[in-house]
């Protein structure tokens, strides 16, 4: 199965700082997605990216996707302390699936200091 | 809309015991999913059922199984419960739209085997 690794996984920065995850993948996939989870809680979908599209943005945050490098990053902008949480990227199990199952990495543990 | 409801929130068991976890969603989604979550980790899938009436394995199937018998609900059994299912549960659903598989999670169930 394909699973997506998170990096780093952990990361630290100030407030309004701007925060970078990457996340790898292992084969063709297309599509990509990236979840948040606040500490006990349970995940929320944030964005969707399709493999014909090289970057997507969804208010402050921005998602790229490069499939020759099996890589995505997602940026957050202006970091608040509300962004404290875990982020995972998932995949489908297969390309030509039915996407039946999507395969969640081990996410990055982002804090907002103040 | 409720969206995805888990009951019960929290539940202690002594190894041996029985018990079943209810996951309920109102979003008429036909895929629904159960997770669980050890500290640090990402999701691993246990079972999950792409309808009414059908089920399949996940990553980590032992030791648990699981009844689609109405389509809002998906429940998830441990017949005798081990210190190794010590973990956080997590219910999803979705509705795949073109390959593309965006869940909706509940908030969890904090199971702990004594």
């Known amino acids: 199965s394909q699973q997506g690794e998170e990096d780093p996984q952990a990361l630290s920065i100030q407030e309004g700082e701007n925060a970078t995850m990457n996340c790898s993948y292992k084969?063709?996939?297309?599509?990509l997605q990236w979840y948040r989870q606040n500490s006990g809680r349970g995940l929320v979908h944030l964005i969707l990216?399709?493999?014909?599209?090289r970057e997507k943005h969804s208010g402050r945050l921005r998602v790229t996707l490069d499939t020759s490098k099996k890589s995505s990053s997602l940026l957050i902008t202006a970091s608040r302390a509300a962004d404290t949480a875990s982020y995972f990227c998932?995949?489908?199990?297969?390309?030509?699936?039915?996407?039946?199952?999507?395969?969640f990495g081990s996410g990055t543990r982002l804090s907002i200091r103040p | 809309n409720a969206g995805v409801t888990q009951t019960p929130k929290f539940r202690v068991l002594k190894t041996g015991q029985s018990m079943t976890l209810l996951c309920a969603q109102d979003?008429?989604?036909?895929?629904m999913y159960w997770y669980r979550q050890d500290p640090g980790m990402g999701l691993r899938l246990i079972h999950y059922?792409?309808?009414?009436?059908?089920?399949a394995k996940g990553e980590v199937p032992d030791g648990y199984n699981v009844s689609r018998l109405k389509k809002q609900n998906f429940l998830l059994g441990l017949e005798s419960a081990a210190p190794s299912q010590t973990s956080v549960y997590f219910c999803?659903?979705?509705?795949?739209?073109?390959?593309?598989?965006?869940?909706?999670f509940g908030p969890g169930t904090r199971l702990t085997v004594l």
């Open positions: 084969t063709s996939i297309n599509n």
């Open positions: 979003m008429n989604h036909e895929y």
């Open positions: 999803a659903s979705s509705r795949t739209s073109g390959g593309y598989n965006e869940q909706f």
């Open positions: 998932a995949t489908p199990e297969g390309v030509y699936s039915s996407a039946s199952k999507i395969i």
């Open positions: 990216i399709r493999s014909n599209e």
């Open positions: 059922s792409v309808g009414e009436g059908t089920t």
